[in-house]
C-alpha cells in the first residue's frame, strides 16, 4: 500500500515555465510518484515490449497493471479507511467512523515513545490541522500514557493490514498468471518458450517444477506470515519500558515507518514487492529457466529502484560540478560511509537558473539510462539465456530420439 502525503498545501506542483523541468522537479520532490514513474518507464513497460511471444505479455502486463494498482493506486481508498476501522475498532478512540479526530492516527511515531512526547505531538497536530481532540483525550481520561499505547495499537494494525493486502494481493500474481495461461493454452511450461519448442518439450521442461508447486506455495505463505507481524516489532520497542539496546533501537528508528515522511514507508510498496512479489513470481516459476529468469530480474529491478537512480544522479551531479561548473551536490551532509560512497545531490527545488536547468536534465537522463540498461538490456540478454536453454532441451530430445531409433533398430535387425 502507497502512503499517502497529507502535507500538500505547500507541495502544490507550478507548471509555469519550461514543463520538462518543473515536471522532473514535481517528482523529484514526491519520492514515491517519482519511484512508480521509475518503475513503470524504466523496468515494466520496456519488458513488456521485449516479450517474446503474446502469452508472455500478457503475463508480463498483467504483473504490471495489477502490482501497480493494488501497490500504488489502492491506498487512496484503503488508508483512509484502515486509518479510521483502527481509530475505531482498535484503539476505540473514537465512537464513529465519520469522525474527524480519527485523524490523530497520523501523530508520528517519534511522539509515541512516553508519555510527555505524545502529549506534545498531540498538541502540535491539533495545531497544524487545525483539530480539537479534548473528545479523545477525554476518552482516555485524559492519560496520556492510555492514549500512547492505545495510538500505536492503532498505527501497527494499519500497517499490518498494509503488509498483508497489498503483499498478499501482488504476491499472488504469479500464480495467477499460471493459472490463466494453463486455461488459456492447456500447457504448464513457461510461456516465453511457446514458440521456441514443440509442446512436448516445454511440458517436459515444467514436469519438475509442477509436482513440488504445494510446496512453493507454502514457502510463500510462510513468508506473508513474517512479513505481517513484522508491526508486532515495532509495538515491543515502543511499549516496552525495559531500556534493552533493541528498544532503544526501535524507538530511534520508528518515525522511519511514518506514513507521512517515513523513508521506509516511502519504500515501503517496492520493499513489499521485493518480498511479497518477488518472491510470489520466483516460487511461481514453472521451470528452472523461468527461475533464473525472474530472480535476475528481480535482483536488478530491486537494485535499480532502491540505489540505481540514486547512484547514476550521484555519479552525474558529481561529473557536471566538476565539468558544466554547477552546484549540485549537498555539501552540508552528515559524515557517513553512504555519504561518501554516494554522496547525494540537492532536490531540484533548492536550485534555481543554470543548476535547475542542468539538474532537471541530468534528471531524465538518468531515468533513461536505467531504461536503456535495465529496462531493454537485461531482457534482451535473459531472452538469449532462454533461447540458449531451449536449444539445449531440443539438442537432448533429438539425441534421446536418435539412440532410442538406433536401439530399436539393433533390436529388430538382431530378430
Same mark, same amino acid.
Given at each position: 500500500?502507497?502512503?499517502?502525503?497529507?502535507?500538500?498545501? +505547500?507541495?502544490?506542483?507550478?507548471f509555469?515555465?519550461?514543463?520538462?523541468?518543473?515536471?522532473?522537479?514535481?517528482?523529484?520532490?514526491?519520492?514515491?510518484?517519482?519511484?512508480?514513474?521509475?518503475?513503470?518507464?524504466?523496468?515494466?513497460?520496456?519488458?513488456?515490449?521485449?516479450?517474446?511471444?503474446?502469452?508472455?505479455?500478457?503475463?508480463?502486463?498483467?504483473?504490471?497493471s495489477?502490482?501497480?494498482?493494488?501497490?500504488?493506486?489502492?491506498?487512496?481508498?484503503?488508508?483512509? *479507511?484502515?486509518?479510521?476501522?483502527?481509530?475505531?475498532?482498535?484503539?476505540?478512540?473514537?465512537?464513529?467512523?465519520k469522525?474527524?479526530?480519527?485523524?490523530?492516527?497520523?501523530?508520528?511515531?517519534?511522539?509515541?515513545?512516553?508519555?510527555?512526547?505524545? !502529549?506534545?505531538?498531540?498538541?502540535?497536530?491539533?495545531?497544524?490541522?487545525?483539530?480539537?481532540?479534548?473528545?479523545? @483525550?477525554?476518552?482516555?481520561?485524559?492519560?496520556?500514557?492510555? @492514549?500512547?499505547?492505545?495510538?500505536?495499537?492503532?498505527? +501497527?494494525?494499519?500497517?499490518?493490514?498494509?503488509?498483508?493486502?497489498?503483499?498478499?494481493?501482488?504476491?499472488?500474481?504469479?500464480?495467477?498468471?499460471?493459472?490463466?495461461?494453463?486455461?488459456?493454452?492447456?500447457?504448464?511450461?513457461?510461456?516465453?518458450?511457446?514458440?521456441?519448442?514443440?509442446?512436448? /518439450?516445454?511440458?517436459?521442461?515444467?514436469?519438475?517444477?509442477?509436482?513440488?508447486?504445494?510446496? !512453493?506455495?507454502?514457502?510463500?505463505?510462510?513468508?506473508?506470515?513474517?512479513?505481517?507481524?513484522?508491526?508486532?516489532?515495532?509495538?515491543?520497542? *515502543?511499549?516496552?519500558?525495559?531500556?534493552?539496546?533493541? +528498544?532503544?533501537? /526501535?524507538?530511534?528508528?520508528?518515525?522511519?515507518?511514518?506514513?507521512?515522511d517515513?523513508?521506509? /514507508?516511502?519504500?515501503?510498496?517496492?520493499?513489499?514487492?521485493?518480498?511479497?512479489?518477488?518472491?510470489?513470481?520466483?516460487?511461481?516459476?514453472?521451470?528452472?529457466?523461468?527461475?533464473?529468469?525472474?530472480?535476475?530480474?528481480?535482483?536488478?529491478?530491486?537494485?535499480g529502484?532502491f540505489?540505481?537512480?540514486?547512484?547514476?544522479?550521484?555519479?552525474?551531479?558529481?561529473?557536471?560540478?566538476?565539468?558544466?561548473?554547477?552546484?549540485?551536490?549537498?555539501?552540508?551532509?552528515e559524515?557517513?560511509?553512504?555519504?561518501?560512497?554516494?554522496?547525494?545531490?540537492?532536490?531540484?527545488?533548492? @536550485?534555481?537558473?543554470? +543548476?535547475?536547468?542542468?539538474?532537471?536534465?541530468?534528471?531524465?537522463?538518468?531515468?533513461?539510462?536505467?531504461?536503456?540498461?535495465l529496462?531493454?538490456?537485461?531482457?534482451?540478454? /535473459?531472452?538469449?539465456?532462454?533461447?540458449?536453454?531451449?536449444?539445449?532441451?531440443?539438442?537432448?530430445?533429438?539425441?534421446? !530420439?536418435?539412440?532410442?531409433?538406433?536401439?530399436?533398430?539393433?533390436?529388430?535387425?538382431?530378430?
Amino acid at each position: 500500500m502507497l502512503p499517502v502525503s497529507y502535507d500538500l498545501k +505547500n507541495k502544490e506542483p507550478h507548471f509555469k515555465g519550461n514543463p520538462a523541468i518543473n515536471l522532473a522537479s514535481y517528482l523529484d520532490e514526491r519520492v514515491l510518484l517519482g519511484k512508480a514513474v521509475l518503475d513503470i518507464v524504466a523496468f515494466d513497460t520496456p519488458q513488456i515490449i521485449m516479450a517474446n511471444n503474446p502469452q508472455e505479455r500478457r503475463e508480463k502486463f498483467n504483473k504490471v497493471s495489477f502490482s501497480f494498482a493494488l501497490g500504488y493506486l489502492s491506498p487512496l481508498v484503503t488508508l483512509p *479507511l484502515t486509518n479510521r476501522l483502527g481509530m475505531k475498532h482498535i484503539a476505540k478512540l473514537t465512537k464513529s467512523f465519520k469522525s474527524k479526530d480519527a485523524s490523530l492516527i497520523r501523530i508520528s511515531n517519534k511522539y509515541l515513545v512516553n508519555a510527555e512526547e505524545t !502529549r506534545k505531538g498531540v498538541e502540535k497536530l491539533s495545531k497544524d490541522l487545525k483539530t480539537d481532540y479534548s473528545s479523545i @483525550l477525554k476518552t482516555v481520561g485524559g492519560d496520556y500514557e492510555k @492514549l500512547r499505547k492505545k495510538l500505536i495499537n492503532a498505527k +501497527n494494525a494499519v500497517l499490518s493490514f498494509d503488509l498483508f493486502f497489498t503483499t498478499a494481493s501482488i504476491g499472488s500474481i504469479g500464480f495467477f498468471n499460471n493459472w490463466q495461461t494453463k486455461k488459456k493454452t492447456k500447457q504448464d511450461g513457461y510461456s516465453a518458450e511457446f514458440n521456441m519448442a514443440d509442446k512436448n /518439450i516445454v511440458e517436459k521442461r515444467a514436469e519438475s517444477f509442477k509436482k513440488k508447486e504445494p510446496l !512453493r506455495k507454502a514457502i510463500w505463505l510462510t513468508m506473508l506470515a513474517a512479513l505481517t507481524a513484522f508491526p508486532l516489532l515495532l509495538k515491543k520497542g *515502543l511499549t516496552s519500558q525495559n531500556a534493552s539496546s533493541f +528498544n532503544n533501537y /526501535i524507538k530511534k528508528i520508528s518515525p522511519k515507518f511514518d506514513y507521512i515522511d517515513g523513508i521506509f /514507508i516511502s519504500r515501503l510498496p517496492f520493499f513489499m514487492s521485493a518480498v511479497g512479489f518477488y518472491s510470489g513470481l520466483i516460487l511461481a516459476s514453472r521451470n528452472k529457466t523461468e527461475l533464473k529468469d525472474t530472480t535476475i530480474r528481480n535482483s536488478v529491478s530491486a537494485a535499480g529502484y532502491f540505489g540505481g537512480d540514486i547512484l547514476i544522479g550521484s555519479v552525474l551531479g558529481r561529473l557536471s560540478d566538476k565539468f558544466l561548473k554547477t552546484n549540485l551536490m549537498k555539501t552540508d551532509i552528515e559524515k557517513s560511509l553512504l555519504n561518501k560512497l554516494i554522496p547525494p545531490t540537492k532536490p531540484l527545488r533548492e @536550485l534555481e537558473g543554470k +543548476n535547475k536547468a542542468i539538474g532537471a536534465a541530468l534528471y531524465w537522463l538518468n531515468l533513461a539510462m536505467l531504461s536503456a540498461s535495465l529496462g531493454f538490456g537485461v531482457p534482451y540478454l /535473459i531472452n538469449k539465456m532462454i533461447k540458449n536453454d531451449v536449444k539445449q532441451s531440443i539438442d537432448e530430445h533429438t539425441a534421446t !530420439r536418435k539412440l532410442v531409433s538406433i536401439e530399436d533398430f539393433g533390436k529388430k535387425a538382431a530378430k
